[in-house]
Nanobody, 123 residues
Framework: QLVESGGGLVQPGGSLRLSCAAAGPTFSRYAVGWFRQAPGKEREFVAAVSRGGVSTDYADSVKGRFTISRDNAKNTVYLQMNSLKPEDTAVYYC??????????????????WGQGTQVTVSA
């Protein structure tokens, strides 16, 4: 089970750090990704991190502004979001897969999603 937190209201140009906390001792065996869904749009890939946290993948729209990282000792994956734009407004979700590589997460279809955390970028 994954639980997202850290969302909120922030002004354009501001920053937020999202957290994705997992239960269970095998979290380090999962590749983890962040995804988002804006009102009226389909859910889209944002970023992914490999099991060991060394390798990352980003959507072009967030590259250079967002950073994904993980702390396997804390069973948590983070998404540091800087230079936020109004178009980043969305519900942000994390998800994980035991068998996929981190590069495959951007195209993977998941059956289950958590509640997500709302990020609103507005003046």
């Amino acid at each position: 089970q994954l639980v997202e937190s850290g969302g909120g209201l922030v002004q354009p140009g501001g920053s937020l750090r999202l957290s994705c906390a997992a239960a269970g001792p095998t979290f380090s065996r999962y590749a983890v990704g962040w995804f988002r869904q804006a009102p009226g749009k389909e859910r889209e890939f944002v970023a992914a991190v490999s099991r060991g946290g060394v390798s990352t993948d980003y959507a072009d729209s967030v590259k250079g502004r967002f950073t994904i990282s993980r702390d396997n000792a804390k069973n948590t994956v983070y998404l540091q979001m800087n230079s936020l734009k109004p178009e980043d407004t969305a519900v942000y979700y994390c998800n994980a897969d035991l068998y996929s590589t981190y590069l495959a997460l951007r195209a993977k279809s998941f059956d289950y999603w958590g509640q997500g955390t709302q990020v609103t970028v507005s003046a």
